[in-house]
């Protein structure tokens, strides 16, 4: 099956950690993006890549890094700078051009303890 | 900046009833539009992607158009069912310069009553 899984499902953090979430597509996509959804807010951006080994900001980008070593997959790391991380992340993958159609992952629920 | 508005934020109906969603954006400078569903803790589903040359796509019960200089679009659904029961987001597509980002609106509840 083509598509894009995310790994964990539900993730618990302790204060001070960084934890990082798994995103991987086989739909041979060359652009990948990391949403954060809040209740009652639309979805936001926080970083995407348009090829391997390339990676750029997004709108929220702050306390969040991320790696493009394989066109496959595009991890997101939440690190202990981010002040508010409990939320719903999104993954995103969509093949070349700006105009095309984006699909979404199933999402990981982070929350912080 | 490009801002999405979508109203109603929630919005029920009897089962059969044929309704309309509606989304603005500020910036008629649009790349394309993507209308989406969403379930409650899961991703989002593609509905339906309308380019910016555009005016209307079709997909079963569901016809979304585009009127990028009024900055609207809408998404019919006819014939509702209680499946139809979820959040639909719409979202406008960027520039290639800015990774053909989405910025969403907020999405609209929908709940069909049998």
């Known amino acids: 099956d083509g598509g894009i899984t995310q790994s964990p499902k539900y993730l618990f953090r302790k204060e001070g950690q960084n934890v990082t979430l798994s995103c991987e597509q086989n739909?041979?996509?060359?652009?990948m993006y990391w949403y954060r959804q809040d209740p009652g807010q639309g979805l936001r951006l926080i970083y995407y890549?348009?090829?391997?080994?390339?990676?750029q900001k997004g709108d929220i980008a702050e306390g969040y890094s991320v790696s493009r070593e394989k066109k496959e997959s595009f991890p997101l790391t939440v690190t202990s700078a981010q002040k508010n991380p409990t939320a719903f992340y999104l993954c995103?993958?969509?093949?070349?051009?700006?105009?095309?159609?984006?699909?979404f992952g199933p999402g990981t629920r982070l929350t912080v303890l | 900046k490009q801002e999405v508005t979508q109203i109603p934020a929630a919005l029920s109906v009897p089962e059969g009833e044929n309704l309309v969603l509606n989304c603005s954006f500020t910036?008629?400078?649009?790349?394309?539009l993507q209308w989406f569903r969403q379930d409650p803790g899961k991703g989002l589903t593609s509905l339906l992607l309308?380019?910016?040359?555009?005016r209307e796509q079709t997909s079963g019960r569901l016809n979304a158009s585009l009127d990028k200089s009024s900055g609207r679009s809408t998404l019919y659904i006819a014939a509702s069912q209680p499946g139809d029961s979820a959040t639909y987001l719409c979202?406008?597509?960027?520039?290639?310069?800015?990774?053909?980002?989405?910025?969403f609106g907020q999405g609209t509840e929908l709940s069909v009553k049998p």
């Open positions: 995103a993958s969509k093949n070349g051009l700006a105009y095309n159609e984006q699909f």
């Open positions: 739909l041979n996509h060359d652009a």
């Open positions: 890549s348009q090829i391997v080994n390339d990676f």
């Open positions: 910036d008629s400078a649009i790349y394309n």
């Open positions: 309308i380019q910016s040359s555009q």
């Open positions: 979202a406008v597509g960027g520039p290639y310069n800015q990774g053909g980002k989405l910025i």
